[in-house]
């Protein structure tokens, strides 16, 4: 009680404390006092006990905090009292679903440009974390995947550096490879190899194709029966395995490096716990939303041939050439990587998943049914 009762009072007051007389608690609220004088903001001062309406001391710009991985990284920040600056490219109006997330003015917006410098600096000049999610399945004809996966996540991690930043966190792929087929994931490696040259304490993530209600993993599959009664599978599946995690677990994952003092520089690869054949893990999928699953072996030239049509799509393409070699290629194992469990997460298993993830994809008449009625996909281990 002592300690809130000297914050409070004016700083003249806190050189008379003597050493010899006072708890724990009244130096370091002395030493907060002190913070302020360094012109330290008041957001990165960690106060109360836990929640929305605390401080936990991280103020934390996300880029690329719009996208799917991105609203689940600002919300668990948000609910352990952190400051969030959300950079978006996208009118204002578009991103108010983010604000519920955190107490009253502690999710910032900001607009900002990957090109432009200056405003990467103005987004992260008042943040002691920086968070960079930015990503695309596709290139336009204005952002390749270069300019995506390599020169801006550059360009934030030097602005970062160069702010005295001392936690930037980067977001790679689990099947990042400069002699990968997709072009996605060589881009993925080359921007790991750019990030740690410019800032080499940068905490990389490595996560596997992620699922969750959003995602264009589980519900890209599942869509597919809207293009016929088959599921073209490339080998029919039996030649790639998949060990996807879920997108709440990269988020907490993500929340609790930024708290470890001791992830800086580190290399994690983020998986579920069971790894699954591609054919057996589609085969669920239709399983859990009660939909015929009739898989058929399509040869890798002609599925480019087709989705090279859908890839012209000015807008979002469903598929392109690129994704199917990423979702043909069978989920690299790290073992000498630290993971989930290293940063106290125990991963959630499809099984406890799928159903809020599918349950749209049901005709009505199965709405409600249970998931016991789906048989679990079967797990391997090579």
């Known amino acids: 009680?002592?300690?809130?009762?000297?914050?409070?009072?004016?700083?003249?007051?806190?050189?008379?404390?003597?050493?010899?007389?006072?708890?724990?608690?009244?130096y370091s609220a002395a030493s907060v006092a002190a913070g302020q004088q360094r012109k330290l903001h008041h957001a990165v001062i960690p106060k109360g006990k836990g929640g929305r309406s605390s401080s936990s001391g991280i103020a934390a710009t996300v880029f690329g905090a719009t996208g799917f991985l991105g609203r689940y990284v600002v919300n668990r920040l948000g609910r352990i009292g952190s400051q969030v600056v959300v950079p978006h490219r996208c009118d204002q109006y578009d991103v108010m679903y983010l604000r519920p997330m955190g107490d009253l003015g502690q999710i910032l917006f900001v607009e900002w440009d990957?090109?432009?410098?200056?405003?990467i600096k103005?987004?992260?000049?008042h943040s002691n974390v920086v968070i960079n999610l930015v990503g695309q399945e596709w290139e336009t004809r204005n952002y390749s995947f270069e300019d995506i996966f390599v020169t801006i996540p550059q360009h934030i991690a030097k602005a970062s550096k160069e702010a005295g930043i001392t936690k930037f966190?980067?977001?790679?792929h689990l099947n990042a490879d400069i002699r990968s087929p997709s072009k996605y994931l060589?881009?993925?490696?080359?921007?790991?190899?750019?990030?740690?040259?410019?800032?080499?304490?940068a905490i990389i993530m490595k996560p596997s194709e992620i699922f969750g209600r959003e995602d264009r993993f589980f519900n890209y599959f599942a869509n597919m029966r809207w293009f016929g009664s088959g599921v073209p599978l490339i080998g029919m599946g039996k030649n790639t395995v998949k060990q996807p995690v879920h997108v709440a677990d990269v988020a907490k994952a993500i929340v609790n490096a930024a708290r470890d003092p001791d992830a800086n520089g580190k290399t994690y690869a983020l998986v579920g716990p069971h790894r699954y054949l591609l054919h057996d893990l589609v085969e669920y999928v239709y399983a859990v939303a009660h939909r015929p699953f009739v898989p058929y072996s399509l040869p890798r030239p002609l599925y480019h041939f087709i989705a090279k049509f859908f890839s012209l799509n000015p807008f979002?393409?469903?598929?392109?050439?690129?994704?199917?070699?990423?979702?043909?290629?069978?989920?690299?194992?790290?073992?000498?990587l630290p993971g989930l469990e290293d940063l106290g997460i125990t991963p959630f298993t499809i099984d406890q998943k799928a159903i809020e993830i599918l349950r749209r994809h049901r005709r009505n008449r199965f709405l409600e049914s249970e998931l016991d009625d789906s048989k679990s996909a079967k797990t391997v281990d090579f």
Request: hydrophobic letters at 40%.
């Open 1 to 26: 009680m002592a300690a809130v009762v000297l914050v409070g009072r004016p700083m003249s007051v806190l050189p008379k404390v003597s050493k010899g007389s006072c708890a724990p608690a009244v």
């Open 114 to 119: 990957g090109r432009n410098k200056d405003s």
């Open 122 to 125: 103005r987004a992260l000049e």
């Open 169 to 172: 966190i980067h977001i790679s």
């Open 186 to 201: 060589r881009n993925k490696a080359v921007g790991e190899t750019a990030v740690r040259e410019v800032f080499p304490d």
């Open 316 to 336: 979002e393409p469903w598929t392109t050439p690129d994704k199917i070699d990423r979702f043909h290629l069978t989920d690299m194992k790290y073992p000498e």
